[in-house]
């Protein structure tokens, strides 16, 4: 079993949606963070959190910390939001990294 | 402020050659950490180092891989003999601080080289 699981593995939603991506995961953290990779691969990081909610223009990450859940959500989605998203989170032993494999996003316009 | 770069982006090397993957940090960053990208898989943590150290080198391969970070210069992956199971994307990423505990460290993450072993 991964240590960050992920959901949907894929979405397609129409353009001006409202989109929601979890992030579950196993271990003790200290931080989680919400990556985008385009097509081509380059990462972007998009939010870190240790707690409550982060929001940066449409982009909304919530984590609960107790649940050991985080979402990621988008507003208003456009077709230049598709990409895949990727949460991880660094364990609060030591300085590794666990990813979640995922969410690919596909916006329609 | 550039930010982290890394090259070649592509490199191409036949089974039984060397691949040196370089990782230049954004400027004032002392904290450098390697991932693999597998196709169709998520990102792996290879190994995390600091100038001159290596500090955790927990995902890295026992055999044929080494990493190190000098004083002056590039950090540098060096896969020796390469197979055809490690063609990949590996990404460097570098953070001002190495973020143990709760902390507002974010990292950054490089474009990438993407490996294909022939």
């Known amino acids: 079993k991964n240590e960050v699981e992920q959901s949907p593995q894929n979405l397609t939603a129409q353009e001006g949606e409202f989109i929601t991506i979890n992030c579950s995961y196993s271990v003790g953290i200290s931080a989680l963070h919400w990556l985008q990779q385009h097509p081509g691969g380059g990462i972007v990081s998009l939010f870190m959190l240790s707690s409550g909610k982060k929001k940066h223009g449409r982009l909304i990450a919530t984590i609960n910390i107790q649940e050991k859940h985080s979402s990621l959500h988008i507003t208003a989605s456009h077709p230049r939001d598709s990409a895949v998203y990727i949460c991880?989170?660094?364990?609060?032993?030591?300085?590794?990294?666990?990813f979640g494999t995922g969410t690919s996003l596909t916006v329609i316009p | 402020n550039a930010g982290v770069m890394q090259n070649p982006r592509h490199l191409v090397r036949r089974r039984g050659q060397e691949a040196r993957l370089r990782c230049s940090p954004m400027?004032?960053?002392?904290?450098v950490y390697w991932y693999r990208q597998l196709p169709e898989e998520g990102l792996k943590f290879m190994v995390y180092?600091?100038?001159?150290?290596?500090?955790?080198e927990s995902g890295m391969p026992k055999e044929r891989f080494s990493a190190e970070f000098p004083k002056e210069g590039p950090s540098i992956l060096r896969i020796q003999q390469v197979v055809r199971g490690d063609s990949a994307a590996y990404f460097c990423a570098s953070s001002s601080r190495p973020g143990q505990g709760f902390s507002t460290d974010t990292q950054y993450f490089g474009p990438g080289t993407r490996l294909t072993v022939l």
């Open positions: 180092l600091q100038k001159e150290n290596i500090i955790d």
């Open positions: 400027k004032g960053h002392s904290h």
């Open positions: 991880a989170v660094r364990r609060n032993t030591g300085n590794q990294f666990y």
